[in-house]
């Protein structure tokens, strides 16, 4: 049976999951960074295979979770080929005619899946879903497939006249999360908090954020207060900012794009053009959640560590937290200290 959804690839008692990818090993956010640290195995083994040439469009990657409890299989279903290009409707196809024989193959029973090539990959649900229903369909009775439907959970806060209003800070917030992700319409809680924090280090300190040495590296509480005003006509969420975990996706709406910009080119000054620049520099070779994440850790540890050498600062994130000391190698944390070091000088 095809069931199509409306909850995530998480909530169903499955025994396999779908987990769409491209074929060059970069799962960097949304439900793609929720699977890569739910399942670490399965990143490890689907980042090797990359990087051997192995993982194919129109073939699938399967890996064995080897637990207890949970979906047994994670089925690696390549939608593009590099990150940054869209899917094409005929890797879906092709895909899922290896899916079908795949699940009689492996015995699956029961398997989630997301809308496959929808969203980040740029493709019509309209136009996917006929495809699933087609491919799938000779196997409806012996698996039941379900499928998440796009959009299900995006929470778009009703706007009042008051809130329309942008400041230099809302419009920097959104401004730097558009340029960052140029080629992507989702950002998620972390970056935004990430960006947050280099914006206010560089100088603009109408932010007035407290940070504090979170789980994810430098956390303030108080941006869900500003972001919450930038809801629903500037940013679009499954749930509402003020409930998200760090991996959930916020969606950019580019249709407000020029607004900004002319609010920009009215009230910035050449110090705040200037700060944007220099943060769009800092930041480049780090886009992705995981790559902020390391940036303003190591930031953090510099600063709080008395602008201390490489191997102090090293030495401080491995004490920071356990997920630090196993996700950040020394290497990792030497390109993030030099990058760090090029841009701010010690007291």
């Given amino acids: 049976m095809i069931k199509f959804v409306h909850r995530d690839i998480f909530s169903s008692e499955v025994e396999a999951i779908v987990n769409t990818v491209n074929t060059v090993g970069v799962m960097g956010k949304g439900v793609a960074l929720q699977m890569k640290e739910r399942f670490p195995l399965n990143y490890k083994l689907y980042s090797k295979a990359c990087k051997n040439d192995e993982v194919k469009l129109g073939s699938l990657f399967i890996t064995s979770t080897g637990q207890a409890i949970g979906p047994k299989y994670i089925i690696n279903f390549p939608t593009k080929g590099h990150w ?10 092709k895909g899922l005619d290896e899916l ?11 398997v989630a899946m997301p809308p496959l090539g929808c969203g980040n990959g740029g493709l019509n649900w309209d136009e996917v879903k006929p495809v699933i229903l087609e491919k799938l369909g000779p196997i409806e009775n012996q698996v039941e497939v379900f499928v ?14 008051s809130e329309l209003l942008l400041t230099k800070p809302r419009a920097l917030i959104y401004k730097m999360a558009t340029s960052y992700s140029v080629l992507d319409f989702d950002i998620t809680h972390l970056e935004i908090q990430k960006l947050a924090y280099f914006i206010q280090e560089f100088g603009q300190k109408e932010l007035k954020l407290r940070f504090t040495k979170g789980m994810y590296g430098p956390y303030s509480s108080d941006l869900k207060h500003l972001v919450a005003y930038l809801e629903g006509d500037y940013f679009i969420g499954q749930i509402r900012f003020h409930d998200m975990a760090p991996t959930d996706i916020l969606t950019i709406q580019r249709s407000v794009s020029s607004k900004v910009d002319e609010f920009i080119k009215e009230t910035f000054s ?75 000088s010690r007291a």
């Fill in 100 to 110: 079908r024989l795949k699940l009689i193959e492996y015995g699956i029973k029961s």
């Fill in 148 to 161: 998440t439907i796009p959009g299900t959970y995006s929470y778009s806060r009703k706007s009042t006249k």
């Fill in 84 to 93: 940054r290009e869209s899917s094409k409707l005929n890797y879906i196809s």
């Fill in 270 to 344: 050449p110090d705040d053009l200037n700060l944007q620049q220099k943060l769009t520099d800092f930041i480049t070779g780090f886009e992705s959640p995981i790559g902020l994440e390391l940036l303003s850790s190591v930031h953090w540890a510099y600063v709080n560590s008395g602008y201390g050498g490489l191997q102090e600062v090293h030495g401080y994130i491995e004490n920071w937290n356990e997920r630090k000391a196993k996700l950040f190698s020394f290497d990792q944390v030497s390109v993030a200290y030099n990058r760090v070091t090029d841009y701010f």
